[in-house]
């Protein structure tokens, strides 16, 4: 297959060829439509490599060199010009670390995430030319909303068989941004208070929370946030820009970080895993994108080390094991449960019998979903009782923000309509209003200081 793209902007003449012939071999043209080459997959790549990914330029400098040296040492000639079988033969060595003096799996790994986001990411990125990506997936691309029996069906949502990308809604989901009285972006290249009553070390979900709680009471209070203050307008319908598990540009102190973990103390530490979920750097914090459940805890998981004893005895626990009762009930917690759930909007029946309210949720549940039905199907059968889980989305109109389109970016992505509630729409303003907040952001916090005695008395 020849190139279709000369207008390489990373790449050199080689590498382009190289990484076209890879992911071609990779995602073949055949019978079921189009491949690798004529849907723009490196091309994807390169426009990547010149924004985005520009960290990744070196991975691939050496990873193209390192194909074109084995293939060279293999058959005597660079590997675009090698035969297909040849071609395949390398890359299955790549991916099992046999080449000559290249450590290649982690190369490989990245050339395949980034070969299904050339594929199939929105074509306003450089890929999936002509929306052929989503043609072979029959995906209908971008829709702003679903009906109830879109929801609920068991058939492909076919939308007609019209495929909309982010281009053809032109300006369709822009949502007209007002300041924020109170804000200013350059605050933060300011320099630093020297007295305050509290200092807010990220405005996220619960920094957000509580900014105007103290701010009220008249204390002066600094926020340092390292992300921006997003706002709707700012969440693009976009699954490779806005989903926490791609690029990720919304956790960008995340993504840069790599964080680490380990289970036990004598235990090498690894990356962590998407499945660990990624922060969202800005004001308002990982409510921005998280998943909206909105679950109270029950009443007997504040009391776990009487209800296991009194249940089981505690002889069931393994060894090294501990639990412990909260110093709090449930019963104390409950009014500000319901104080929260309040101020948040949320979404849910009171079918669950666990779970004791003082008022009924202020929003009905959603509307049902078709995994959502089999899931009640199989467990009623099995004589359980499911029940909605509760959620911080709006099912109707709620202080002055929309109800839910259902589309599939009302979960895990930020709201640009304001249907899913987060602490930089209401807490935020709130606070800046009393003129006590000192928001300040795109400022990370490095050191926590404290005096001779171990009191937190300052931070760098
Ligand atoms: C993908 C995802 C899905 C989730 N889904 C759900 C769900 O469905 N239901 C649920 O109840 N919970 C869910 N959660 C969890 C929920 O979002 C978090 O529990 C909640 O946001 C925690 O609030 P927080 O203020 O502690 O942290 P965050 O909201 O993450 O805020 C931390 C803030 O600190 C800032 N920060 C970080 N480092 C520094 C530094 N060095 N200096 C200054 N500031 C810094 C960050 O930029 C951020 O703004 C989800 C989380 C994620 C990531």
Redesign the pocket.
């Known amino acids: 297959m020849r190139s279709v793209d000369s207008d390489f902007l990373s790449l050199t003449s080689l590498e382009a060829r190289t990484l076209e012939a890879v992911f071609e071999r990779m995602f073949p043209a055949d019978e079921n439509g189009a491949g690798a080459v004529q849907i723009g997959a490196a091309r994807y790549v390169d426009r990547a490599l010149a924004g985005a990914y520009a960290d990744r330029i070196i991975d691939y400098q050496n990873g193209l060199a390192a194909l074109s040296t084995e293939s060279r040492h293999r058959f005597g000639k660079v590997f675009p010009e090698i035969a297909e079988e040849q071609q395949c033969e390398i890359i299955r060595d790549l991916e099992k670390k046999c080449l000559l003096e290249f450590d290649g799996n982690r190369f490989f790994e990245l050339l395949r995430s980034h070969l299904q986001e050339g594929l199939f990411a929105d074509p306003e990125y450089g890929g999936n030319r002509d929306k052929l990506g989503w043609k072979f997936l029959r995906h209908p691309g971008v829709w702003l909303e679903n009906s109830a029996e879109e929801n609920l069906t068991d058939k492909e949502v076919d939308k007609g068989g019209k495929i909309q990308s982010l281009g053809d809604l032109g300006s369709n989901w822009k949502i007209r941004q007002e300041p924020v009285n109170g804000y200013d972006p350059l605050r933060g290249s300011l320099p630093p208070s020297t007295e305050v009553d509290v200092i807010?070390?990220?405005?996220?979900?619960?920094?957000?929370?509580v900014a105007p709680i103290f701010a009220k009471a008249g204390l002066r209070v600094i926020g340092?946030?390292?992300?921006p203050y997003r706002r709707n307008g700012d969440y693009l319908p976009d699954e490779l820009g806005a989903a926490?598990?791609c690029r990720a540009n919304m956790?960008p102190?995340?993504a840069s970080e790599i964080p680490r973990w380990r289970r036990a103390e004598n235990e090498p530490t690894q990356e962590a895993t998407f499945s660990?979920?990624?922060?969202?750097?800005?004001?308002?914090?990982?409510?921005?994108?998280?998943?909206?459940?909105?679950?109270r805890f029950h009443s007997h998981h504040f009391r776990m080390e009487s209800y296991i004893s009194d249940r089981w005895g505690t002889n069931v626990l393994p060894e090294r094991c501990r639990v412990a009762d909260w110093p709090v009930s449930y019963e104390q917690l409950e009014p500000y449960y319901t104080l929260l759930e309040e101020q948040i909007g949320i979404a849910g029946d009171d079918t669950n019998p666990f779970v004791q309210r003082s008022r009924p949720l202020p929003m009905p549940a959603t509307r049902p979903f078709r995994l959502g039905e089999c899931f009640r199907e199989a467990t009623t059968a099995l004589g359980l009782h499911p029940h909605p889980v509760a959620?911080?989305m709006n099912t109707r109109p709620y202080r002055g923000r929309p109800a839910s389109t259902y589309t599939a970016w009302s979960n895990?992505f930020g709201s640009y309509t304001g249907d899913k509630w987060d602490p930089s729409l209401t807490c935020v303003p709130e606070a800046l209003r009393t003129g006590n907040f000192d928001l300040r952001t795109q400022?990370?916090?490095?050191r926590i200081l404290s005096d001779s005695e171990g009191h937190v008395d300052g931070?760098e």
């Open positions: 807010l070390v990220g405005v996220g979900s619960i920094g957000a929370i340092l946030e390292p992300g926490y598990y956790g102190k995340f660990l979920g990624r922060m969202m750097n800005s004001v308002g914090g990982s409510m921005i994108h998280y998943g909206a459940w909105m679950r959620v911080g895990g400022c990370r916090v490095i931070i």
